[in-house]
């Protein structure tokens, strides 16, 4: 073969093997040995919500400013913030589809919500009432509980699994009266019944998977896990690009080596059928916004709790998330879907799930998001789905820290 003849023959594979490739979510983009690894020290409390975001938040209640007061008044009038709730801890909480059967399924995630609310309610009130309610929830499930089991066990270990540390990392860092034996029972606890069965990820709808890597990232804070910690982050960064399309990632959305879906057919049928693809469109967006609204937290979630422990992965996913929420946020607020988006209907319900996003995005970074915010400000204060998210425009709206 002539000399040009062998140039073009190696552009023309070069062409070919690039466009097999772009597909596939195995290489995000570059990011600093920080951003790889575990920090050298976990900052505590740091699930979620860090001590200086817990004091503005004290701050703004004290005096009264909204909308963190409306958003308190609701979280302590809510049933998550009573003194008198009774835990039903159970040794296996068993959840099939759609929670049925339901056998501690809702028990398992409310128990978890109310501990959290109760150390928010300590925090902001400084009344001790609520710590140690909140930890005689934690110490009611953590000698009990040993697996989850059926069909939908890895999903109720996510939702459940997100709550319990966010809970834990409060009152274990700002409040004296845990017992070390209660601190340690409820460690093991996330060891051996939460931790393995988040950790391993799924390959069902994405926002499966999203919700098991928050409850791993909170969970391995708690434990200070690096080594999980670190498998957290980098199955993180491969799922977010294929969870949500941008223009740069080519004719198809990425996907993630080993899942089975590499050829288009394949992509559509993973994408609910959905053919054309946009900036913010999500692997379930045509599925319904309630189960993207639960992708679109955990991702939200996640990057808040890495960002407090010092490793800031929303540069990296901050185009994403941004277009996600804004095309999510659109159709929410009931702008006409057009024909190539879904079939031309979408199942609204988005959720409580934007205020953390549009806080890091918008509050911290700058980035303009009109539909994002008009969604966010029209739906304060947001409450809970009473499964795995709560309380979001009390801790994280215009929070600068």
């Known amino acids: 073969m002539p000399a040009s003849g062998r140039g073009k023959f190696r552009i023309a594979v070069c062409a070919i093997a690039v466009s097999l490739l772009s597909t596939v979510a195995a290489a995000p983009a570059p ?28 701050g703004k209640v004290n005096a009264g400013a909204q909308p963190w007061t409306n958003a308190y008044n609701q979280m302590m009038s ?75 066990a890895p999903l109720q270990t996510g939702w ?84 949500i399309y941008i223009a740069s990632d080519g004719a198809l959305p990425k996907t993630i080596p080993g899942t089975g879906r590499d050829t288009r057919d394949q992509l559509v ?43 800031d992965l929303y540069p990296e996913i901050s185009e994403r998330l941004r277009h996600a929420l804004g095309l999510q946020a659109k159709y929410e607020l009931g702008e006409a879907v057009p024909s190539w988006l879904c079939g031309g209907s979408v199942t609204r319900g988005l959720g409580p799930v934007t205020e953390v996003g549009f806080n890091a995005l918008n509050g911290r970074m700058g980035i303009a998001m009109a539909n994002t915010q008009r969604l966010t400000e029209q739906n304060r204060p947001a409450g809970s789905n009473n499964l795995f998210v709560a309380w979001q425009t009390l801790t994280h709206a215009s929070n600068p820290n």
């Open 31 to 58: 990011a600093t040995e920080a951003q790889l690894a575990a920090p050298g020290s976990f900052t505590h409390p740091g699930v979620l919500v860090s001590r200086p975001q817990l004091d503005f938040v004290r």
């Open 78 to 152: 809510s049933k998550y913030a009573s003194l008198t709730r009774t835990p039903k801890p159970r040794a296996t909480v068993e959840c099939g589809s759609y929670s049925n059967p339901n056998n501690g399924c809702t028990d398992e995630r409310e128990d978890a919500i109310a501990a959290y609310t109760l150390a928010l309610a300590w925090y902001i009130t400084q009344d001790a009432r609520y710590a140690n309610k909140a930890i005689a929830i934690m110490d009611a499930w953590s000698p009990v509980i040993k697996s989850h089991t059926n069909s939908n």
């Open 160 to 243: 459940a699994g997100s709550s319990w540390p966010r809970a834990a990392e409060i009152i274990r860092y700002t409040y004296t009266g845990w017992s070390s034996t209660g601190v340690n029972n409820f460690a093991t606890m996330l060891r051996n019944v939460y931790l393995p069965k988040v950790i391993v990820g799924s390959n069902s709808n994405g926002n499966w998977e999203l919700s098991m890597l928050e409850a791993a990232i909170g969970i391995s804070v708690f434990l200070e896990d690096k080594a999980s910690y670190d498998k957290a982050v980098t199955k993180f960064r491969a799922r977010v690009p294929a969870y």
């Open 269 to 311: 049928g993973y994408w609910q059928g959905q053919s054309t693809f946009v900036d913010g469109l999500t692997q379930e967006t045509c599925r319904d916004f309630v189960h993207t609204g639960y992708g679109l937290s955990a991702i939200a979630n996640f990057a808040e709790t890495t960002r407090i422990q010092g490793q």
